[in-house]
Each structure stands twice: as structure tokens, then as C-alpha cells.
């Protein structure tokens, strides 16, 4: 038996894009190809079911709020395997963040590819199953931990990118760069060996072995790890490269004082301040910035059309301190999210947090807002459409014709959501939920939960 081309979703309400605007749609109904995933209609359901053409095949989700699938910005995806671990204050145990990452480079320098590929799987999986269906992977661990390059030197990123076509997550992976421990360093630690690929030349060349792998599944970008960790003249080297390919660049930014002290001493600027003389800024959407918490009125003004990626629930767990979220949006940064330590994955709470975090800094309610006084679709918009502008992948993220069917279904009648009013279901899931009530999940039109 021949099977149909195009199978339609149909559901109790879904958040998608009519006439390029977001909206939330009763009884949608939307069509896409079987074999490449691709969305090719969306209207509203015609209740008599005269809208459906002969031999397509039909899926009701039934009381369900079909979403975009989200997109994980920014994540380690090793960092999982010391989760629960660094939660008792001993004599050699994390205090700050400075000592967490004594112990989580510990694990990191414990890896072989069979381990890297082991808890990346089991990282990503878990990300699938909560509703995420493209992840930017911060990828850090290059080489033996001695440093010396495996036979191919990228052993290790085709360990992360077997992992995510293993689940059937889609990747981003953000290849960084790591050239010393500090602004007086000439090196890197003997723990961040293993990070380094000894110069621009070496780390370039593994870049663009891996840009021939890119398919609709698979893309790269650039990652310069930080201001303190890539020197100035390297940043530019590795700025211009992105550009001249069309890859997203994204770096830590700012996320410990201490960071910027360091900056400061060296440079005379901020962290962000010399991300720009370097040329990483140049051309709309080109950078992002990960966490971006200590930031000066100057920076703000930086970051115009480019992105910040916010991860909530890893700076609170390190004492990083608030992202100004609020003061991003108003200065016209995308706003996306990362799970980045993965000691929690839940992009719902993540973008809970955001927006509860600011209500905590400032004392005051509902400050991520769009310009119709709502504060859920926008956080919507940094679990989905800005973490997709992050990556570089801007057709993601979105239910619109043309773009992928990568959906999740959140389930109603879930306990965390039943007796909430439909029209309230969007806003109790993102400001008074978790990632719990999500029942199915959609990757380019293949169901993966
Ligand atoms: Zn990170």
C-alpha cells in the first residue's frame, strides 16, 4: 500500500505562525511532507472535515497546545555526569564558582570518546524528551587530556554529533576555541590541555573539516571559550573566519566579576568592549552572548541585533548573579536559553526564571512584556525563535509554512495544567510550569517521544 505524502496535526490549540504573525490558533490543522518534514499549510480546522483532502493521513493530538520545538542554545553536554555532586560544603568541595569548575574539569579530564559519547546520548536524550529539538553544543573537550590530538582531531566532535543523530536531535555545534588560563598566562592549565588546539591555524582547519558534514540536522559555529581564555588578535582571526563562512559566533561573557576585573587589567574595556574592536559583532545576528550578566550601559547598546543566551537555572546554581534580561530587551538583544551545565533540563524553567529573576532584582511584575503587556509569549520566544536566531538556523523555532515540523505537544489535561482555562494554558505552563505536562515530540515530522 502506497503511503500518503502529507500527514496534517490536528489539536485543541497551537502556537503558530498565520500571516508571519505568532498566534495562538484554536483547532489548527497543520499539513506537512512525510519525507522532508517540511510544514506546507496551516489554517484553521473546518470542523465538518471538508478541508481534508482524500488519503491524507490525519493525527489528532486531541486536548493538546501544540508548540515549536525548543532550542537549547547553549549547553555542555558532559557537565550532566557531575549533576547532584557539588552540593556539600567540604574541604575540597565547590564553594564558588571557581571551585565548581575544579571539580567539573575532575570529570572533564576522566572522558575517553566512549564516555563523551555516552553522557552527550544521555544528555541529548533527556533534552528530547523535555521538549527540545536542536541544541547549540558548547563543545570543549578536543584531544587526549595530555592534549595530544587523537589520529583524527576530531574524534571527539564526531562523538557529540553521532550522539545527537543517535536521539534524532538536531545540533548546532559550537566548536571552541582555548588558547590559556588567564590574561597573564602564556598557556593553558594541565587541566585545560585537553581544550587547546595550539593555534588559530590547527583549530581553523578542524572547523572547516567539520563544516562539510553540515546537512539540515547539523550545522557549526564558532566559539571563542571567553575574553580569558582567547587572546585579543586570536578572537579577530577567528571573527573574520565565521564571517567569511556564515557561521554564528558565540562566547561566555561576563559572567563573573572576577572576568571582568581580569578584562579591565588587560584591556582597559569590558569583555564585550573587545569582542567588538575584534570584528565579532559585524552584521546583524553574527554574535551571542552567553550570560552577559555584568554588563555596563555601554555594552547594552553593543548588543543591538545580536543575541544574549540566558541560562537561569546554572547561574543561580553558581552564584553568576541576574541576567539584566529586562534591560536586554529593551536595548533590542534576542533574547534566547541554554540548559548550559545541564544540572537541570527544562527550558520551561528557564524561561520561568528569567522572567521571576527579574521580578526579584527589580521588585516589581510581569517585566519581560511584549508591546501588548503579555510576558508568556516572549518567554516563548527565548525557548524557540531567539535561541534558533542564536544558532544561526532562524527557520527553526517556529510553526510556519516552509520551516520543519518540529513540534511538542503539552498535555492539557496534565495535572500541573487541569482546570486551567485553555486560553491560560501558554501562560500557566511558562510562568507556573515545568516541562512535565509535554507528551509528545516532533523532529521534522518524525515523532521522537
Ligand atoms: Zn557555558
Known sequence: MIQPATLAVTAKLAWVELDGVPQLVEHPRIRFDRVSGQVLAISRQDPAGADQPAGELLHDLGHALVLPGMINAHSHAFQRAIRGATHTLGPHSPSSFWTWRTAMYEVANTLDPAGVYEHTRACFAEMLGRGITCVGEFHYLHHAPDGAPYADPNELSHQVIRAAADVGLRLCLLEVYYSRSGP?????????????????????????????????????????????????????????????????????????????????????????????????????????????????????????????????????????????????????????????????????????????????????????????????????????????????????????????????????????????????????LLLAGTAEPISQVWVAGRRRR
Do not use: K
Open 184 to 428: 597573564q598566562a602564556a598557556g593553558p592549565l594541565p587541566e585545560q590541555r585537553r581544550f587547546c588546539d595550539g593555534s588559530t591555524d590547527a583549530y581553523l582547519a578542524r572547523v572547516d573539516a567539520l563544516r562539510t558534514l553540515a546537512s539540515p540536522m547539523l550545522s557549526i559555529g564558532v566559539a571563542p571559550h571567553s575574553v580569558r581564555a582567547v587572546r585579543a588578535d586570536e578572537l579577530a582571526r577567528l571573527a573574520a573566519h565565521a564571517h567569511a563562512h556564515g557561521l554564528p559566533i558565540h562566547a561566555h561573557v561576563s559572567e563573573q566579576l572576577l572576568e571582568n576585573q581580569q578584562c579591565q587589567a588587560e584591556h582597559g574595556r569590558t569583555p564585550l568592549q573587545v569582542f567588538a574592536d575584534a570584528g565579532c559583532l559585524a552584521g546583524p545576528h553574527a554574535f551571542t552572548a552567553v550570560h552577559a550578566i555584568h554588563v555596563s550601559s555601554d555594552d547594552l547598546e553593543l548588543l543591538r541585533d545580536q543575541q544574549v543566551c540566558a541560562c537561569p537555572t546554572t547561574e543561580a546554581d553558581l552564584g553568576d548573579g541576574i541576567i539584566p534580561a529586562t534591560s536586554w530587551h529593551e536595548h533590542r538583544a534576542t533574547l534566547s536559553l541554554g540548559s548550559d551545565s545541564n544540572a537541570v533540563i527544562d527550558l520551561i524553567q528557564e524561561a520561568r526564571l528569567l522572567e521571576m529573576h527579574e521580578r526579584l532584582r527589580l521588585q516589581a511584575r510581569l517585566c519581560l512584556r511584549d508591546d501588548q503587556g503579555r510576558v508568556a509569549p516572549l518567554l516563548l520566544a527565548a525557548a524557540s525563535t531567539g535561541g534558533a536566531r542564536a544558532l544561526g538556523r532562524p527557520e527553526l523555532g517556529r510553526l510556519a509554512v516552509g520551516s520543519p515540523f518540529d513540534a511538542v505537544a503539552i498535555d492539557l489535561d496534565h495535572p500541573t495544567l487541569r482546570g486551567v482555562d485553555d486560553h491560560l494554558a501558554l501562560d500557566a
